[in-house]
């Protein structure tokens, strides 16, 4: 049967792509050895940077964010290269069996996957490695399987701390273009993103931005490369153009979506992911039930995973939401399988979008029998509304 209205695509990623980029990429495949190429690729490559807060290169693969997990460790170690990890999740976990399978030692500090990385225990463990042997540290910028975001800032200063010089490596694809994120600003060497959340495109790009010690370190790194080799990359980018045939059409989006960030300004997009964030916890706990994310300082402004009651299925409450309501919610993944359920609230996200999504919980949980306190979308629209009354109108926001 035809659902009418539109879908609600509230998993964390992919995100809900706004009407404007699927009208930026709705032109016919262009020729990618053409000069009106190269000048949509230098717009891209150049307009990125300005994203992720880099000054040096981003490569871009078509490829979804996996790709680009593959290329920062092909590009930077060698076999038998170890690299110290932080179990913040199962998207960390999926890292750290990459790296496994690529031969590279990898290391885990583990966590009950509740908070974000612990940069102690990062500064620790580098300041016991007096012979160097860590040539990386990796971190899951938000770890979306849990809803918890760690400081990579802090990372920072525990590897400087301890005056170490293993290369930084943050997950940034749930993150980019909805927490804030400064790839310079916090000597990141590699952040690798994708297309399909923060930044509202259809899935299909990868990122790899680039510090100039990571660019140092590609030219001694022995692990096996081809497809994701940056060299190649970037001889074909200096030009504006790409070593294989690029994904021309998601390209388009790019360029508009990088557009429309800066139209609503970076500090603002931020501002707004974390008022939505806000809201949505304090419906949860209004409902009376909890947030997996038990720091404040690690919760998430990407996503909220929440927790059943025990006994209560989260799936089957995720089922009964799509089939009444036309609506998807992120799945607990792994060992959160069926016990959590995750609400996506980045992209191109308002506060009505919210407000329905929330209804939409709600209405799950009285039709699935999930014993919960009413209230929880009334607590949200007190926010929201309290928090609208006092923040500048849109037209003083722009003057
Ligand atoms: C979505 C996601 C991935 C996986 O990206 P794919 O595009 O599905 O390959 C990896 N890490 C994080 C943090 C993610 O949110």
Sequence with gaps: MRQAGRHFLQIPGPTNVPDRILRAMDYPTMDHRSPEFAALGKRCLDGIKTIFKCSGPVIIYPASGTGAWEAALVNTLSPGDKVLMCETGHFATLWKSMADKLGIQSEFIETDWRVGADSDAIGARLADDTGHEIKAVCVVHNETSTGCASRIDEVRAAIDAANHPALLMADTISSLASID???????????????????????????????????????????????????????????????????????????????????????????????????????????????????????????????????????????????????????????????????????????????????????????????????????????????????????????
């Excluded at 495109?201 to 990868?206: A, K, N, Q, Y």
């Excluded at 690029?246 to 997009?269: C, K, Q, R, S």
């Excluded at 909890?290 to 299925?313: D, I, Q, Y």
């Design 181 to 399: 994120f400064r790839h310079d600003e916090w000597g990141v060497d590699v952040t690798v993103s994708g297309s399909q959340k923060g930044l509202m495109l259809p899935p299909g790009l990868s990122f790899n931005a680039v510090s100039q010690k990571a660019l140092e370190a590609s030219k001694t790194a022995k692990l096996r490369k081809s497809f994701w080799e940056w060299d190649d990359m970037l001889a074909a980018n200096a030009k504006g153009f790409f070593p294989y045939t690029p994904a021309t059409n998601i390209l388009y989006g790019l360029a508009e979506a990088i557009d429309m960030l800066h139209e609503e300004g970076l500090g603002n997009v931020f501002a707004r992911h974390d008022r939505h964030a806000e809201a949505t916890r304090r419906a949860v706990e209004a409902w009376g039930l909890e947030v997996l994310c038990r720091e404040p300082k690690f919760h998430s402004s990407s996503l909220t995973a929440v927790l059943m009651p025990e006994g209560h299925s989260a799936d089957r409450l995720r089922k009964i939401i799509s089939e009444k309501f036309d609506m998807s919610l992120g799945a607990g993944l792994s060992k959160l399988a069926d016990k959590v359920f995750r609400i996506g609230h980045l992209g191109d996200f308002n506060d009505l979008t919210l407000l329905g999504t929330l209804s939409g919980v709600e209405m799950g949980f009285e039709i699935a029998g999930v014993p919960h306190k009413r209230g929880g979308v009334q607590a949200a629209i007190d926010f929201l509304s309290a928090e609208a009354q006092s923040a500048p109108s849109m037209e003083a926001a722009a003057e």
